[in-house]
């Protein structure tokens, strides 16, 4: 019969993935690239907000994009309409990007010159919010439709954010969401969020969302 | 799906603690995981097998701990479990406490020839 030993781990199960993600952020500081990783449910804008975030700081910055989604290329086609770089990622089949597939799609795109990188993860609120991408600055969209319960339900996603986009403001008419009822919410889980409320088909708000970056990449490149 | 992507970090962990500590077979895995992580041990064991499968854990047993969701209040300082009392201090009724343990989700150990 085999002897067998105990060997002791003692790890949480993120800590791998944590480390992979704290070495890509320190690349990513030396390489002089601002990545910002945005999060949100399948269907509140994310790839319309891109398109809006790219015409609005384009002129004044290189910019790469990274779409993950489990299957197809829909949204780097429309992405690649701009002129900026983008590279497709599939997780096949897994719900979100982890440090590792984040860094292999970088690696692909070719960080070199680009002083501001979007990655768009995977449309979930749950498993995206566990998995630190490396990314420099954490952004999520919520949007009108979805109602403003959602920080209720996946306190996570907005406890780990620096910024809560609140995307279809147009809409607000139509459904019983409380733009007051969230911020409430959020600032319970994350006292430190910054809120903004945008209408990404029209362009109302992207002023603010621009600024915020303009100011985050020119931190983060800096320093 | 949620538990796949963590189950599949999990293998990742262990083949390289394996990796650097000279392991060539593993009989077992023993998690942790805590009541208040967002971790539900049924799932975790349900994909499992998936998540081993051609991996040197592919024969690997898999047990996991359950570690309670333990709160001390905040005003006569008594651990009680969260999750029985619905956060609700069975001495003095308070709802104010703070989490002490249950958020883990940790490999403790492996059992290796």
Same mark, same amino acid.
């Given at each position: 019969m085999d002897t067998y030993k105990i060997l002791e781990i003692k790890e949480s199960v993120f800590e791998n993935n944590d480390r992979q993600a704290d070495l890509l952020r320190a690349d990513l500081k030396k390489e002089k690239t601002f990545l910002l990783n945005l999060m949100s449910s399948p269907g509140s804008g994310k790839t319309t907000t891109v398109l809006r975030t790219i015409e609005a700081l384009k002129d004044e910055m290189s910019i790469g994009v990274l779409e993950a989604d489990i299957d197809s290329d829909v949204d780097a086609n429309t992405v690649s309409k701009t002129g900026v770089k983008v590279i497709q990622l599939h997780t096949g089949g897994m719900c979100h990007l982890d440090a590792d597939m984040t860094k292999q799609g970088l690696e692909g795109l070719g960080t070199e010159g680009v002083d501001f990188a979007i990655l768009e993860n995977v !449309?979930?609120? @749950?498993c995206p919010a566990e %998995? *630190? &991408? !490396?990314?420099s600055k954490n952004a999520m969209i919520l949007s009108v439709p979805e109602g403003d319960d959602k920080p209720l339900k996946y306190p996570l996603m907005f406890s780990i954010v620096d910024v809560l986009l609140i995307n $279809?403001? *147009?809409? /607000? !008419? %139509? #459904? *019983? #969401?409380d733009l007051e009822v969230v911020k409430e919410r959020v600032k319970k889980l994350n006292p430190n969020i910054k809120v903004i409320p945008i209408t990404a088909k029209t362009g109302e708000g992207i002023d603010e969302w621009a600024n915020w970056l303009r100011t985050e990449v020119k931190n983060w490149n800096e320093k | 799906m949620h538990e796949l992507g963590v189950v599949i970090e999990v293998v990742k962990t262990v083949e390289n603690f394996a990796e650097k500590n000279g @392991? &060539? $077979? /593993?009989d077992k895995i023993v998690l942790q995981i805590g009541e208040l992580s967002s971790m539900i041990p049924k799932y975790i064991e349900a994909c499992y097998p998936a998540a081993v499968d051609g991996t040197m854990m592919e024969e690997t047993k898999l047990e996991i701990e359950i570690l309670p969701g333990n709160g001390i209040c905040k005003e006569c300082n008594k651990v009680f479990n969260i999750i029985q009392t619905k956060g609700k201090c069975p001495i003095c009724g308070s709802k104010d406490n703070e989490i002490i343990s249950g958020k883990e989700f940790m490999i403790k150990e492996i059992l290796a020839c």
């Open positions: !449309g979930n609120l @749950v %998995f *630190d &991408t !490396g990314a $279809k403001m *147009d809409s /607000i !008419g %139509f #459904f *019983d #969401f | @392991v &060539t $077979k /593993i």
